[in-house]
C-alpha cells in the first residue's frame, strides 16, 4: 500500500519570492547584435520619390511652357522637401534604434529575454515601432504598446511575467541602518560583544580560568 503523500517543499529556489522571479536591478545579459534589417518599404519609397524628383526635372527642362514650368517648380520642391524628410527620419530612426537597443539591454528585464531568441527579435520590434511613435507615428506607437505588454516592460505587464525588480534602494537602506547600530555601540561594549561571539571569552572574562575535568 503506497505511503502518503510527500509533503511539498518549504523551498524555494533561489531568485524567486512567493512564486515571483526576482530580477536584478543590474543585469549581467550582454547587448545582442541589431536583429533586423532595414525597413524595405522607407528604401522603396526614397527611390520613388528620387525617381519623381528626377521625372519632374527631365519635363521642366523639355517645356517652355512659362505656367507649366511653374507648375513643375511647385511639385519638385514638394516632392524634395518629402524626400529629405524621409531621408532624416531613416538616417535618425537607425541612431535612436541603436541607442534605444543598448539601453534596452541594461534594463533588469534583459535576464528575460536573453533567455528566448524568438524574444530578442521581438524587442528590436519594439525599438522600432517606439521610435517611430516618437517621429510622429500614432499606428507605430499603438505597436509599441502590445508588445511592450508582451515583453514585461512596463510595472504591469512585468507583474503578468509573474516577476519583480529586486528594491536595491530598500536592501542598501537596511545596510545603512546595520552599520549605524553597530557604529552606536559603546567602545567597551563592543570589545565584550566581541568576546562573546568570536573564538573565545574576552580578556578579562572569570570564564578564561575555567578548564574542563
Known amino acids: 500500500m503506497p505511503g502518503p503523500a ?9 531568485g524567486t519570492r512567493g512564486g515571483m522571479r526576482t ?13 533586423l534589417s532595414a525597413d524595405v518599404t522607407q528604401l522603396a519609397t526614397m527611390e520613388q520619390l528620387r ?6 526635372q527631365q519635363e521642366h527642362a523639355e517645356t ?3 505656367r507649366k514650368r511653374y507648375r513643375l517648380d511647385k511639385q519638385i520642391a514638394e516632392t524634395q522637401i518629402a524626400l529629405g524628410v524621409l531621408e532624416l527620419q531613416v538616417q535618425q530612426a537607425a541612431d535612436l534604434e541603436a541607442g534605444l537597443w543598448a539601453d534596452m539591454w541594461r534594463a533588469p528585464q534583459a535576464a528575460i529575454w536573453a533567455e528566448n531568441s524568438a524574444t530578442v527579435r521581438e524587442l528590436a520590434l519594439y525599438c522600432r515601432w517606439m521610435i517611430r511613435a516618437e517621429q510622429g507615428d500614432t499606428k507605430a506607437a499603438a505597436e509599441a504598446r502590445q508588445l511592450s505588454d508582451r515583453l514585461g516592460i512596463n510595472p504591469a505587464a512585468l507583474l503578468k511575467l509573474r516577476a519583480e525588480i529586486e528594491n536595491v534602494d530598500a ?5 545603512r541602518r546595520r552599520r549605524e547600530r553597530a557604529s552606536s555601540v559603546p567602545e567597551g561594549d563592543q570589545a565584550g560583544a566581541a568576546g562573546v561571539e568570536g ?15
Open 64 to 66: 517652355e511652357d512659362r
Open 23 to 35: 530580477l536584478s536591478a543590474v543585469p549581467s545579459a550582454s547587448v545582442p547584435a541589431w536583429p
Open 6 to 14: 510527500p509533503k511539498p517543499s518549504s523551498r524555494r529556489s533561489r
Open 199 to 213: 573564538s573565545g571569552p574576552a580578556e578579562g572574562d572569570p570564564r578564561r580560568g575555567l578548564f574542563a575535568v
Open 171 to 175: 536592501a542598501e537602506d537596511r545596510g
Open 51 to 56: 525617381d519623381r524628383v528626377a521625372t519632374l
